[in-house]
């Protein structure tokens, strides 16, 4: 799968360069405006949270912050869904929603695994609790440094690093509170008919094809 994505990777790079070469010699655009991208700062700063992100992940740090997730819930759905929804959101806000999604996708499946109750119960909340985190701060998501960017280009003040946490503080707290009174009655209950019976191997799997 990884190499797959890879290929996939690598291929879109081809395309987009042989279109902006396509548009220089065309004339649509000159010199300066085909490799103006290079050096945008928002391009540069994206960048900048695929490195952060895959460093950490590298560096096994998303794990640790997993395996601690796991080891302080215990058995308690409560205890789990804070710690898992606000751990998130951290991450969302420095690393980006995608990154600290799939980080805990796995982590989040055995412990739901271990606590004999639904993934689907808990993998919801991770995704809400995920993408609230992502207006914590500028590095949360692409659309957050987009948006600043043109309101810069448009006169007006960009927004600070932590600027956007006054909308995303009380959305992450208001996500927390409507799943921990009503997740139980609202979240689907969904069994899986592919997960194994013996889960030894079952982590090593997920963090494959995550």
Do not use: C
């Given at each position: 799968m990884r190499r797959s994505q890879s290929l996939l990777g690598l291929i879109g790079l081809i395309l987009v360069i042989f279109g902006a070469l396509a548009l220089y010699f065309t004339g649509v655009?000159?010199?300066?405006?085909?490799?103006?991208?290079?050096?945008?700062?928002?391009?540069?700063?994206?960048?900048?949270?695929?490195?952060?992100?895959?460093?950490?992940?590298?560096?096994?740090?998303?794990?640790?912050?997993?395996?601690?997730?796991?080891?302080?819930?215990?058995?308690?759905?409560?205890?789990?869904?804070?710690?898992?929804?606000?751990?998130?959101?951290?991450?969302?806000?420095?690393?980006?929603?995608?990154?600290?999604?799939?980080?805990?996708?796995?982590?989040?499946?055995?412990?739901?695994?271990?606590?004999?109750?639904?993934?689907?119960?808990?993998?919801?909340?991770?995704?809400?609790?995920?993408?609230?985190?992502?207006?914590?701060?500028?590095?949360?998501?692409?659309?957050?440094?987009?948006?600043?960017?043109?309101?810069?280009?448009?006169?007006?003040?960009?927004?600070?690093?932590?600027?956007?946490?006054?909308?995303?503080?009380?959305?992450?707290?208001?996500?927390?509170?409507?799943?921990?009174?009503?997740?139980?009655?609202?979240?689907?209950?969904?069994?899986?008919?592919?997960?194994?019976?013996?889960?030894?191997?079952?982590?090593?799997?997920?963090?494959?094809?995550?």
């Amino acid at each position: 799968m990884r190499r797959s994505q890879s290929l996939l990777g690598l291929i879109g790079l081809i395309l987009v360069i042989f279109g902006a070469l396509a548009l220089y010699f065309t004339g649509v655009l000159d010199a300066h405006e085909t490799l103006a991208g290079l050096g945008d700062p928002v391009v540069v700063f994206i960048a900048g949270l695929f490195v952060v992100s895959a460093g950490l992940e590298a560096t096994g740090v998303t794990t640790w912050a997993g395996q601690l997730l796991v080891k302080k819930a215990g058995t308690s759905r409560t205890r789990l869904i804070v710690l898992m929804m606000l751990l998130v959101a951290v991450m969302s806000g420095l690393i980006g929603l995608i990154g600290a999604t799939a980080a805990l996708v796995p982590v989040v499946i055995i412990a739901a695994m271990r606590m004999g109750r639904s993934p689907s119960k808990l993998l919801i909340p991770l995704a809400f609790g995920s993408s609230a985190g992502a207006l914590l701060t500028l590095a949360g998501g692409t659309v957050n440094v987009v948006i600043s960017r043109t309101a810069e280009e448009a006169g007006l003040r960009p927004f600070g690093f932590f600027e956007l946490a006054g909308a995303g503080i009380p959305l992450v707290i208001g996500i927390l509170v409507i799943t921990l009174l009503l997740g139980d009655k609202l979240l689907p209950d969904r069994a899986s008919n592919t997960l194994p019976t013996d889960f030894s191997a079952h982590a090593t799997t997920l963090v494959e094809q995550y």
